[in-house]
């Protein structure tokens, strides 16, 4: 690891001291890491102890997102921060070529020793300036494809992941540079997107989960509560929740289905307000907004449901799930299914499939002594491969060994 940087001395030949060189002085400064993500509150949750880890390390972080209620958070963990104005789901060319030199500025004028792009635009856009700008080493994380991906994609998507493929191969082909995925398919498709091979791509179980602050309880009273906490988008497979929701309405069983999150004006698969509380008022689902407290909000349930045909990398829902001992439901689906162990942690149906998931739920909510079996199994799973220091650490060692690589070859 790198260690704390010594203050430099200051030494005069006329007192008995001089001026340490530049070179010695450019060797000695701690070597600073730049991270961007394009949504600060994603950042907090998914990278944030990374960050840390890297701070106390010894590395000059700088994270570089765009605005947002959570950028005090950043500063408040001792880690600068620079703004930067990056649309998730702009397809303005003007606009985003734009973003493109003002993120090739930033990187220009902070210098990083190491680069780490997070998100879809900050690697492409990123990677292209790493390039322009000579960084010295770069990582790029890939937490999965998102719905350019993801199934059953439309002929606009199909074209504009045509148009993105050489941008990405650009972009990933850094001469000391990796990339990180999440999952087995992710892997497979990277390689073919980037032209790169196994000693450039490395494979992490996720973000990790605070498994400090995700304990797990024992279950509440009935009746039995199946949630799905994700953001309201088609492809999280909300649509398939409410649906087998309906189904098991009409049926008669007594089982709550429970959906916590809130709408993405900013995605074209946004399920809207209007929907939400239209189900809710209907009794299909109850229904709440975004919530931070999710250690409470599973304490709340009996299982846990995530429908997702997204282009997942490894969703650190379903490991906080299973770090809060409850049973997961989720589709055979990358990334989904990698997060669990089918038949022992959770059931796995098929992306889309209202029938075959409320089937699944009805089956958990029948079965206590082998709901609480698979979440029993589910906390050692998290406890064993999940935990976030472990990934946090796996990361420094990224950084490690391509800073080591860019300093033997300056």
């Not at 799905?228 to 087998?244: H, I, S």
């Not at 349930?301 to 829902?317: A, D, I, N, Q, T």
């Not at 199994?377 to 060692?397: E, K, M, R, V």
Request: charged share 20%.
């Amino acid at each position: 690891m790198v260690g704390r940087v010594a203050q430099t001395r200051r030494e005069d030949s006329g007192t008995g001291e001089h001026c340490v060189s530049a070179s010695q002085t450019e060797a000695r400064r701690a070597p600073t890491l730049m991270m961007i993500v394009n949504d600060p509150a994603f950042f907090l949750s998914h990278r944030l102890v990374v960050a840390r880890a890297a701070l106390d390390a010894g590395y000059r972080v700088v994270i570089a997102t765009s605005a947002g209620q959570a950028v005090g958070r950043i500063t408040e963990a001792g880690l600068e921060h620079r703004p930067i104005e990056l649309s998730r789901s702009g397809t303005n060319p003007l606009k985003e070529f734009r973003t493109l030199l003002d993120i090739s500025r930033l990187i220009g004028s902070v210098r990083p020793d190491v680069l780490h792009l997070v998100t879809i635009k900050p690697v492409i856009y990123g990677g292209i300036a790493a390039r322009l700008n000579r960084v010295p080493a770069l990582v790029s994380a890939i937490s999965g494809l998102g719905f350019l991906y993801g199934t059953g994609a439309s002929w606009k998507t199909r074209i504009l992941r045509a148009l993105l493929k050489p941008m990405y191969r650009f972009a990933l082909r850094h001469r000391n540079g990796t990339i990180i995925v999440q999952n087995d398919e992710d892997a497979r498709q990277i390689r073919r997107l980037s032209g790169r091979n196994e000693d450039h791509i490395v494979q992490l179980k996720g973000s990790g989960v605070d498994l400090d602050r995700f304990t797990g309880s024992s279950e509440p009273p009935r009746p039995i509560v199946a949630l799905m906490a994700a953001r309201m988008l088609a492809e999280k497979g909300v649509y398939t929740f409410v649906d087998a929701a309906r189904r098991l309405t009409t049926q008669r069983r007594n089982v709550v289905c429970r959906l916590i999150g809130s709408p993405d004006p900013g995605n074209p698969g946004s399920v809207t307000t209007e929907e939400l509380e239209a189900w809710q008022q209907d009794g299909i689902i109850e229904w709440q907004p975004y919530t931070a407290d999710m250690p409470s909000a599973f304490a709340r349930c009996h299982l846990f449901v995530l429908p997702s045909y997204y282009g997942e990398g490894l969703p650190k829902v379903l490991l906080e799930a299973a770090a809060s001992r409850r049973a997961v439901i989720t589709t055979d689906h990358p990334g989904c299914r990698d997060a669990i162990i089918a038949g022992k942690t959770g059931l796995l149906v098929p992306p889309r499939d209202s029938t075959a998931l409320a089937d699944a739920i009805l089956e958990l909510a029948s079965d206590g002594a082998r709901r609480r079996l698979m979440g029993g199994a589910g906390y050692a799973l998290a406890h064993s491969q999940f935990a976030d220091s472990a990934i946090a650490n796996a990361h420094l060692d990224v950084y490690e060994s391509l800073h080591a690589r860019s300093q033997r070859t300056k």
